[in-house]
């Protein structure tokens, strides 16, 4: 069984940067695809960005260019580095990871975070 906890959540002026981590723990030796969900209030859950074993990195229409995902296996950490944020960016990060080596976009997640709530003010 793996466990995730993220942090690095907060409140930042639109145009400012935040970093999110998600820290593995348990049966880490199973984690293949992570990936970074969010959900604002009133919609449904998106998932923002992918990396597979291989370090592969993909990502929505709506962060492309300005998310940056990358992990640490030594550190058994996910992150998730948000520049240029803006105010629809606002919603709880949640980290997930799956057995599953690759396309990871398509993945039914079966591992979740608790989330970490990120607030982009205008």
């Known amino acids: 069984q793996v466990q995730l906890a993220e942090s690095g959540g907060g409140s930042v002026q639109a145009g400012g940067s935040l970093r999110l981590s998600c820290l593995r723990s348990?049966?880490?030796?199973?984690?293949?695809?992570m990936a970074w969900f969010r959900q604002a209030p009133g919609k449904e859950r998106e998932g923002v960005a992918f990396?597979?074993?291989?370090?592969?990195?993909s990502y929505s229409d709506s962060v492309q260019g300005r998310f940056t995902i990358s992990k640490d296996n030594a550190k058994n950490t996910l992150y998730l580095q948000m520049n240029s944020l803006k105010p629809e960016d606002t919603a709880l990060y949640s980290c997930?990871?799956?057995?599953?080596?690759?396309?990871?976009?398509?993945?039914?997640?079966?591992?979740w975070g608790h989330g970490t709530r990120v607030t982009v003010s205008s």
């Open positions: 997930a990871s799956d057995p599953s080596l690759y396309a990871c976009r398509y993945t039914d997640y079966i591992n």
């Open positions: 348990g049966r880490t030796d199973r984690s293949g695809c």
């Open positions: 990396i597979d074993v291989d370090n592969v990195a």
